[in-house]
């Protein structure tokens, strides 16, 4: 085998597993409305999609610091339950062409709305867009490597 086709292939799939892996972290979710800290979400690799749960929430003193999801809509299965912890994205499958995470879905677990979901990377950090339709907003999460 010719040695450049081998570190030309080898260079590839390094590539490909760095892309995707990129996604793989935990991230500070900024409020697109407000620019405030909303939460720390961890995105992870569940088997052949991946998914995204809350592990912590940024809230004020006056605020529920442990609420649940009371907006959820009553035949989801994350109604009533605790949002620290709770799965908010789900099913993302990596399309390597793009270089994006797509086909899944997003919870707001304060409206209750599920959304369509794509998210991909740019300079370093996630934008994470949920939308319906030709509706969206889109949310830049930044990296976050601090204590929980």
């Known amino acids: 085998m010719n040695m450049k086709y081998l570190f030309t292939l080898i260079a590839v799939m390094i590539v490909s597993a760095v892309s995707a892996q990129s996604f793989v972290g935990r991230w ?7 620019g405030k800290p909303k939460s ?8 052949d999609v991946y998914e995204g749960k809350i592990l912590k929430l940024f809230r004020t003193p006056e605020q529920d610091q442990d609420p649940v999801c009371d ?4 035949d989801d299965p994350r109604y009533m339950k605790k949002i620290i912890g709770m799965v908010i994205v789900k099913d993302m499958i990596y399309d390597k062409d793009d270089e ?10 304060k ?16 934008q994470v867009r ?3 339709m030709f509706l969206y907003r889109t ?10």
Request: aromatic content about 10%; glycine content about 10%; hydrophobic content about 30%.
């Open 28 to 34: 500070k979710t900024i409020d697109d409305e407000t």
């Open 40 to 47: 720390i979400v961890e995105i992870y690799k569940n088997g």
């Open 71 to 74: 907006k959820c809509e009553d």
């Open 100 to 109: 994006v995470l797509d086909d899944g879905t997003i919870l707001d677990p």
């Open 111 to 126: 409206k209750g709305e599920v959304y369509d979901c794509k998210i991909w990377v740019e300079d370093g950090e996630l």
């Open 130 to 132: 949920g939308y319906v």
């Open 139 to 148: 949310q830049t999460w930044l990296p976050f490597t601090g204590e929980i």
